[in-house]
Structure formats: structure tokens, C-alpha cells
């Protein structure tokens, strides 16, 4: 891993730059590049934005572990508010949920119980919910979890899952994932993973995705493939072509404020994008993340920080 990348990650969970972070005005201005703002309106007013410029929206509310079962209920009261809103508002968004935000490390029960009256509501009004992929301790319960809501009928179809293309198991779990029919986003993987669970190169990472996408694309299932990567896409564009496998059958994903251009080029070759938006006052670690990413954002951020 470059030094940059496990430096940014490093950053991400300093306590005390994150609290200084969150709490100044400086830190509001750096976030709104890859953040909607802190509040629910502000995910709201951003994502009708983006549904206006052609794109389909996944909200996350930002906030990772919690402490306690009343924080757990507390975030998912804001996604409860958020199926509301986007119904009332007609909005063309779903939900993107962590599960240890729902109280995971406190008890397993409790992130399930959650996560099953989010789907309830997600398929009440019409809606669906995405459960984010967090690091490899939790990656099994994860899975279990999400295919037990799907096996409830009155659920199936509600509830989605990401794969990471990083970690050596991705390809069995997606197999089982399409003999399940659910639907999953494929991304690269963005925590820290040692080399016993996931490859260790670059290259390797991304000939692991390509070959997973493929493996979605074929399935009679629609994916989303989350990715900034040209190459990644380019592939994707070819294997499409090639098998005849219509545009409307699968999105690609991208998050909100990185690679605008090319979200927008797909829109208009055709193609179904979904904008990943965060929003909400825990926003350093996320931020965090995608500066490990891509290091050159930091310059990125600061001149915009200096023109404001
Ligand atoms: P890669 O990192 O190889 O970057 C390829 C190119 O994309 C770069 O050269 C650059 O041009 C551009 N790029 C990438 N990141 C950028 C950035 N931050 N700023 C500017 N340009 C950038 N991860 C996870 O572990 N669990 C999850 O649930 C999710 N969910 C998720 C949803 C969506 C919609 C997206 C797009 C991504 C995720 N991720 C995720 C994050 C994912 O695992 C990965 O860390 C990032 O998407 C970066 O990987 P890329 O595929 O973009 O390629």
C-alpha cells in the first residue's frame, strides 16, 4: 500500500483531528466537495440535483460504529425519515446502510432487527435498501444477515449487498449471491485488508474486478458496478457490447464529487449511473477515505478551500 494511502487511512481515525474537523467551519468547507451537508434537508436538496442532471441517487447517512443501542436506533430513525421524504418528494434515491452504524459490534441482533425494518420500509414504499460492505471481520456476518432478510418473501428483492473486488473470497460469494438473486454493487474495497484475505497488488485487485463484473453482467440480476476506474469501465462497455446485454440491465455507480465528467458521459451514451451522496455531521472518516484514494485531492481541496 503507498505511504500516502496508509497515511490518509492512519488520519481517518485520529480522534482528535476528527473532533477538531467536524467541529470548525474550515473542515464544512473541505467536506462539501465530497459531502451534501450535514443535515437531511441538505441530502435531500442534493439529490434532487442530481435526478435532475439524469442520474439515480443512493443516500448514505454518514456515522460508522456506534456505542450504545439508542445511537444504533437513532441512525436508523434518519433513514427512516429519509423513505419518508424521498416517497413525499418523489425522488429517485435509495438507501446505502453500514451495518455497524446499526449496532453490529454491540450485538449482532440488534443490527439485524434494524436492518429488517429498514427493508420493511424500503419495500412499503416502493424502495430498496443497499448494505454497505465494511472490513473483512465483519464481511460473513454481513452476508448472512442480508441473505435472511432476502429469504423472507414478503422481503425478497428488497435488500442488496456489496462485494469487494479486493478479497479472495468475492468470487464464491458472488456465485452464491446470484444463485440467491440478490443484487449486488461491486466495488474495489476501501479498508485496510492484510494479505491473507485480500490480494495485496493493485493489478491484481482489478483483474478480480473485471472478472466479477463479467460474472454480474451475465446474471439475470441487475448489479451496480461501483467504480471511477476507466479501464474497469471500458471493460464493462466491451463486454456488454459483445454479449448483447442491454444498457438498462445494470448501473454503474459512482460517488458524489468524484470523476463528475465522466458520470456524466455515461448518462449521456446511455448508461444508468447512481451517485453515491453522503451526508451528516460524522463526516472526517469518509472524507478521510477518499483522500487515501486518490492523494492529488488534497490539492484539489485546497485550492477550492482558497478560492472561497
Ligand atoms: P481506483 O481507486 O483504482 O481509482 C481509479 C481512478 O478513479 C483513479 O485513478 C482516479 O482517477 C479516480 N478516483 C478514484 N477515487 C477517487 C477519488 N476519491 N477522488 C478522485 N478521483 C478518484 N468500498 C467499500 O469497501 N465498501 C462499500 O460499501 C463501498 N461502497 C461504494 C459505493 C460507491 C458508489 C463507490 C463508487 C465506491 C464504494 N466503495 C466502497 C469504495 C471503493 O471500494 C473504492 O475504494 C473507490 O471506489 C475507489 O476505487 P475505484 O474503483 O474508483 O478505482
Not at 11 to 31: P, V
Request: include cysteine; hydrophobic fraction near 45%.
Amino acid at each position: 500500500m503507498p505511504v500516502l494511502r496508509s497515511a490518509f487511512i492512519a488520519l481517518s481515525r485520529n480522534r482528535s483531528l476528527r473532533k477538531f474537523a467536524e467541529h470548525s467551519s474550515i473542515g464544512g468547507k473541505l467536506s462539501s466537495r465530497f459531502v451534501a451537508g450535514l443535515e437531511i434537508e441538505d441530502a435531500l436538496r442534493v439529490c434532487a440535483q442530481v435526478n435532475q442532471q439524469g442520474m439515480h441517487v443512493t443516500l448514505d447517512s454518514l456515522g460508522e460504529s456506534v456505542s450504545t443501542a439508542e445511537e444504533a436506533h437513532r441512525a436508523a430513525d434518519i433513514y427512516h425519515q429519509l423513505l419518508d421524504q424521498i416517497a413525499a418528494r418523489k425522488l429517485d434515491s435509495n438507501i446505502s446502510v453500514k451495518l455497524t452504524q446499526m449496532g453490529l459490534a454491540l450485538d449482532p441482533v440488534i443490527a439485524e432487527t434494524i436492518a429488517t425494518s429498514l427493508a420493511q420500509h424500503a419495500h412499503a414504499t416502493g424502495n430498496f435498501l443497499r448494505i454497505d460492505m465494511e472490513d473483512s471481520p465483519v464481511t460473513q456476518v454481513t452476508l448472512d444477515i442480508v441473505r435472511r432478510i432476502n429469504a423472507q418473501p414478503e422481503l425478497r428483492g428488497s435488500t442488496g449487498i456489496v462485494i469487494q473486488s479486493y478479497l479472495y473470497r468475492s468470487q464464491a460469494d458472488i456465485e452464491q449471491l446470484i444463485a440467491d438473486g440478490i443484487r449486488v454493487r461491486l466495488c474495489k474495497g476501501a479498508y485496510k485488508e492484510p494479505a491473507e484475505v485480500a490480494f495485496p497488488k493493485k493489478s491484481d485487485v482489478d483483474a478480480n474486478y473485471s472478472k466479477l463484473a463479467n460474472m454480474l453482467l451475465q446474471s439475470p440480476i441487475y448489479h451496480g458496478l461501483a467504480t471511477h476506474d476507466e479501464n474497469m469501465i471500458a471493460a464493462a462497455k466491451s463486454f456488454v457490447a459483445q454479449r448483447n446485454i442491454d444498457r438498462s440491465h445494470f448501473e454503474f455507480q459512482m460517488l458524489f464529487g468524484v470523476r463528475r465528467d465522466l458520470q456524466r458521459k455515461l448518462i449521456a451514451e446511455g448508461f444508468n449511473v447512481r451517485v453515491y451522496i453522503p451526508f451528516g455531521r460524522e463526516w472526517y472518516p469518509y472524507f478521510m477515505r477518499r483522500l487515501a484514494e486518490r492523494p492529488a485531492n488534497v490539492f484539489f481541496i485546497a485550492k477550492q478551500l482558497f478560492r472561497q
